[in-house]
C-alpha cells in the first residue's frame, strides 16, 4: 500500500464548478499536512497546511480526518487558473520527509 | 525574485556520461533536499543535508550523490546517468527539520539521457 494515496483523475470540470480532491496516508503517526500546487513541468508551490481544525482560505477549503487518515481539498467556483496538479504531502513529526502522493490533475473549462 | 535556483532548467546528457545539476537558494536555510521526480508520479526523496550533515534515503541508489560546499549551494552528481535516470530533478529548501517546516522548490532541471 502506497503511503499517500490520491485519486489521480483527471477531472475535467467547467469554470464555477465545486471539486474536491481526497487523499489518504497510511502511517498514523503522521503529524503535518499539506495541499501543493504544481502546474504542468514546473515546481510544487505550497497552496495550503492543514489543520486538524480544518482551514479555509478563500475559494479552498481543507479537512483533515486523523481518525480515518484522510485530508480533503475542496475548491469552490473553479477558475481556469486552477487548473493544475494538487499533490497531497505527509510528514511525521520529528522526521522531515515529506511523502508525496502521485496528485490528482486538475482542468477546468470554460 | 526566485528564492530556489536550479541550473540549468534542462540537461541533456549520454548515457554514462556523468552530469552535475546545481542548486542555490537565498532564504539561508538550514536543509537542501533532492528530488527526482518522473511523469505523472510523486516527488522522491534521495537525499537531504541538514548544515553538512548528508541524510540519504534507503533507496537512493549509489549512481546518486551529492556536495554542498557552504549553505547556499547543493549539488546533484549523477555518475552514470542510465535511461531509467531521465527525470526532473528538483531541489527544495526548508528552515529546519521537523515536520511543520514548509519546503520551498526550486523550478527544477529536466534531464534527458540519450
Known amino acids: 500500500r502506497k503511503e499517500v494515496e490520491q485519486d489521480p483523475g483527471p477531472f475535467n470540470v467547467p469554470e464555477g464548478a465545486t471539486v474536491a480532491f481526497n487523499c489518504t496516508y497510511s502511517?498514523?503517526?503522521?503529524?503535518?499536512f499539506f495541499w501543493y500546487r504544481q502546474d504542468c513541468r514546473k515546481e510544487p508551490k505550497l497552496l495550503m497546511s492543514?489543520?486538524?481544525s480544518g482551514n479555509e482560505d478563500g475559494r479552498f477549503t481543507a479537512q483533515l480526518n486523523r481518525a480515518s487518515q484522510y485530508i480533503s481539498l475542496l475548491i469552490r467556483d473553479s477558475k481556469l487558473s486552477d487548473s493544475a496538479t494538487y499533490l497531497c504531502?505527509?510528514?511525521?513529526?520529528?522526521?522531515?520527509?515529506?511523502?508525496f502522493g502521485a496528485g490528482t490533475r486538475l482542468t477546468v473549462k470554460p | 525574485d526566485a528564492m530556489v535556483i536550479q541550473n540549468p532548467r534542462y540537461q541533456v546528457t549520454q548515457f554514462g556520461k556523468p552530469v552535475t545539476l546545481s542548486c542555490s537558494q537565498t532564504?539561508?536555510?538550514?536543509?537542501m533536499y533532492w528530488y527526482q521526480q518522473k511523469s505523472s508520479q510523486a516527488p522522491k526523496l534521495l537525499f537531504h543535508?541538514?548544515?553538512?550533515?548528508?541524510?540519504n534515503e534507503a533507496d537512493t541508489p549509489d549512481n546518486f550523490q551529492s556536495r554542498r560546499p557552504n549553505t547556499s549551494f547543493c549539488f546533484l552528481d549523477i555518475r552514470s546517468p542510465g535511461l531509467g535516470d531521465a527525470a526532473m530533478y528538483l531541489c527544495?529548501?526548508?528552515?529546519?527539520?521537523?515536520?511543520?517546516?514548509?519546503?520551498?522548490f526550486g523550478a527544477g532541471t529536466r534531464l534527458s539521457v540519450l
Open positions: 527544495a529548501t526548508s528552515r529546519d527539520l521537523g515536520g511543520g517546516n514548509i519546503q520551498y
Open positions: 502511517n498514523s503517526a503522521s503529524q503535518s
Open positions: 492543514v489543520y486538524s
Open positions: 504531502v505527509v510528514t511525521l513529526y520529528n522526521n522531515n520527509d515529506m511523502r
Open positions: 532564504l539561508n536555510h538550514n536543509v
Open positions: 543535508y541538514y548544515d553538512k550533515d548528508f541524510n
